[in-house]
């Protein structure tokens, strides 16, 4: 190693430590202003955010930065985890320099302004509201798109999806998403009827006090090894997992009327938190000690929501358990009739109220859409129609109005375009990996049927976990499943357990 | 106004305006860190305060604040606010520059490593455990107290003392304390033999669960003026005040056993409280803005906790609050019971645990002693023999081991001096600022027994809180009372309630 590469790469790594403290500083403020925060303080929690956002974004994107990672060269000389997180380094530090600080600050202010109408617009239920705030937002998405797309040398939405995704491209998406949108609205129907012809199967039903299912979401984040010593439960209007490694903070909300959504948020988020938690302590502080993109740590909260708590496996385990802690009996609290009620498919026209069948169908759509959106061959005032459309397609379902429409979700009215995909292809790995699992320990079925996830996740721990970014996502999925991300697995899942009622 | 004064002043602002988003930061992860943080993470928040102090610290501490400070010259040409703001900007920054890094860093390791320490002593009751590493420490101290000293043009001592309450030194407290120890030992004598006397009142048990108890504690911050659109109540292992001026963080401790305790802290934290949120909000994020010292902060507690809160008055309005918040009953719950259990003397051993008439006694007893090492004339070694022998002589009683004796603050083991004095000067402001505005608004006691406290609070906003920093401490104080600090009210007030039972 020659002396200037060892030593700038020394000095990255102090910069990133500093980084990292002030990401999770804002971390911890984040989840604070979810959780805790009076309302009257959000104006000022804001500029806190804004000033540390400042400094990070000052960190990473100052001129000393890109000079030491020039300095440091290829990392040829590093050891393997130096060099891949001097690639993480470039790659943080070439999106982060990507878009000039006038378009960058433009965008922050669209995107808040845009946010403000698209709440009145959504009260409303009418795109129109908002229709003139998000052209003017979605222009500034696509100038940014483009000079992302020049400087790293891409396709301007596949520049978009490589900052969540290192790697990940419209090429690896469009054959994954042809092949889910050519099986899943068959079998969707197939289940309909299905579920239509099995009538009568009780439903679990309540009031259950919020106090006794929190306490049932903390027995099952025991149960999935999460510990107090380190974890948090707690209520917030959106489930979310926030914090850091070291202090995980798990949110969900609790229905009276719907003790399963507070739960499955709960064990969601969880697996989130194990993906957190099990990253490598040795390089905790640095990017290459960071999760493997978006739609890996995706397919670890869908693993552990689809594959294990909504199989009849985990229900065997859990229906004792339910009763026990909830203070509830009956048959609706028998194993058979909640893993009826767990898998139960509506096919309705929200994306964050889909089963697991419907869910990748509304991603298909909103990924199609924000493609062509940022291609410039759908304009904003388009939306709406093309939404319709494309629902009616996809889902043989029409909206009624804007607000169950195009206008559902916040992400576009914030200006974040090229995130949407990832919760496709984290359904899909979350399948991938599990069938991965379980064909190296197939121990792994008949232990969560005992409420036992220490095979599971020892598995999940050598082959995701404890690997972060050491690889990128594709060559992470590859060498833990044998394969490139497929929706193979995903198919046989849902026709296993819709179809042929297996697990 | 030349333009380059200006100008600079202007940036000034601009600079103290991050700073304080800076801070207020820190206060909400300071908080989590108290109320909320799993005890797993304490390395990490430590590590993410360190390096948001450290830019902090840098913004403050630069160059070019000093620079931009000289060229903002006077303030001549500045609005009396704004001259103000550059006195107390100036204020800050001397403090900030006045010690070097290097002893900076070495006084923040001794401090951490000593405080570690003493943890140990404390549970050992052993003072010897600790020495070794105390002496390393108040080294350091000393040598900060000097080069404060040099930089400032002040004694070493006053020079700590200033950093807090500026303006504050010897020569005001001396005089305040001696009148304080002179008077207070014979009244405590006369009170215990009084309260001797009087055996068998009932005083109100329980066990009271917290939840009531939380209950009680937001209806009196109600009564206060508290609303929980920007403030929250929780509970930590010490209460105190933290947070910002729109996001208020008060936190307490529920004895089942002693709800009192736990609705005083409630009770003098949100006099704090009261403090923080009425600062004018046109000076938000500036030094003019701020609380003008710690003895006056200290003053606004004590105030709401002595002065209403343990009243005849605020007992009769109270009693039947309690009874329907607590659901409780019977003869100890009724006004003169409560009044009675309120302000029940007894003059033990340890400060935090002390009535009004034996606490500012704790004070000087530090004070006479951390004076005394700083001056360099007690050595470490000689630290628990010092302090019995003036708890001899001040309160009349000896420790029987040093857990009750020396050890049981943490200020001075982790590096803090001069911070004591100030919670005595707060005593006696409190009964002077009280005594100030019964005179201005002799209807301010009527109302505070029909749960009234507008009126108190009105006079408070005039004469303290909207005032801010704009005067020094001293200033305000004779501005608002008519004269300088002295003992006088504070005599008057513990006579009048504790020997003629009269408030």
Same mark, same amino acid.
């Given at each position: 190693m020659t002396a200037g590469a060892g030593d700038s790469y020394v000095r990255l790594v102090e910069r990133f430590r500093r980084l990292a403290h002030f990401r999770d500083a804002e971390a911890i403020l984040y989840w604070d202003r979810a959780v805790?925060?009076?309302?009257?303080a959000g104006e000022a929690r804001a500029a806190q955010l804004a000033a540390l956002d400042r400094v990070r974004h000052k960190i990473l994107a100052g001129e000393e930065t890109g000079a030491l990672i020039e300095a440091a *060269?290829?990392?040829?000389? #590093?050891g393997p985890w130096e060099a891949a997180n001097l690639r993480e380094m470039r790659h943080a530090w070439r999106h982060a320099t990507a878009i000039d600080e006038a378009l960058s600050a433009a965008l922050v202010t669209a995107g808040a302004r845009c946010e403000m109408v698209w709440r009145e617009a959504r009260a409303n239920c009418d795109f129109e509201t908002v229709r003139a705030e998000f052209a003017k937002l979605l222009k500034l998405v696509r100038e940014a798109a483009l000079a992302k797309a020049a400087a790293l040398g891409l396709d301007p939405y596949d520049a978009l999806l490589d900052a969540h995704?290192? *790697?990940?491209?419209r090429a690896a998406i469009d054959p994954l998403f042809a092949e889910l949108s050519d099986f899943l609205p068959p079998l969707l129907e197939r289940v309909l009827a299905r579920q239509t012809a099995e009538k009568g199967i009780p439903t679990p039903g309540g009031p259950i006090p919020a106090e006794r299912q929190r306490a049932l979401g903390l027995r099952i984040m025991d149960v999935m090894g999460i510990d107090s010593a380190w974890a948090r439960l707690d209520t917030s209007a959106h489930p979310f997992c926030g914090g850091t490694p070291e202090d995980i903070r798990i949110t969900t909300r609790f229905d009276e009327r719907d003790f399963a959504s507070g739960l499955f948020a709960v064990v969601h988020e969880a697996g989130h938190a194990l993906y957190e938690r099990g990253l490598p302590e040795k390089w905790r502080d640095q990017p290459v000690g960071a999760a493997c993109g978006t739609s890996v740590h995706e397919s670890q909260s869908l693993l552990m929501e689809m594959?294990?708590?909504?199989?009849r496996a985990f229900a065997q385990f859990a229906a004792p358990l339910f009763r026990e802690v909830l203070g509830v009996a009956g048959p609706a609290w028998e194993a058979d009739a909640l893993y009826g009620a767990f898998t139960r498919i509506e096919a309705g026209l929200v994306r964050v109220e889909a089963d697991e069948v419907s869910y990748p169908l509304h991603v298909i759509l909103r990924y199609q859409l924000e493609a062509a959106m940022v291609a410039g061959t759908l304009e904003a005032a388009d939306l709406p129609g093309a939404w319709n459309e494309g629902m009616e397609r996809l889902l043989g379902r029409v909206p009624?109005?804007? *607000?169950?429409?195009?206008?559902?979700?916040?992400h576009w009215y914030q200006g974040?375009? *090229?995130?949407?995909?990832a919760y496709a292809i984290g359904a899909a790995l979350a399948a991938q990996f599990f069938a991965a699992a379980i064909r190296a320990d197939p121990e792994i079925e008949p232990a969560i049927g005992r409420g036992d996830l220490t095979r599971l996740s020892a598995w999940l721990a050598d082959n995701v976990r404890a690997k972060?970014?050491?690889?990128t996502p594709r060559e992470l999925v590859i060498a833990a499943?044998?394969?490139? #991300?497929?929706?193979t697995d995903l198919r046989r899942h849902l026709e296993a357990r819709y179809l042929e009622g297996a697990t």
């Open positions: 805790m925060m009076p309302p009257g *060269g290829a990392g040829d000389e #590093l995704d290192p *790697g990940l491209d594959m294990v708590g909504r199989s009624s109005h804007d *607000g169950e429409g195009c206008l559902q979700d916040i974040a375009f *090229g995130y949407f995909p972060a970014s050491f690889a499943t044998g394969k490139p #991300l497929d929706a």
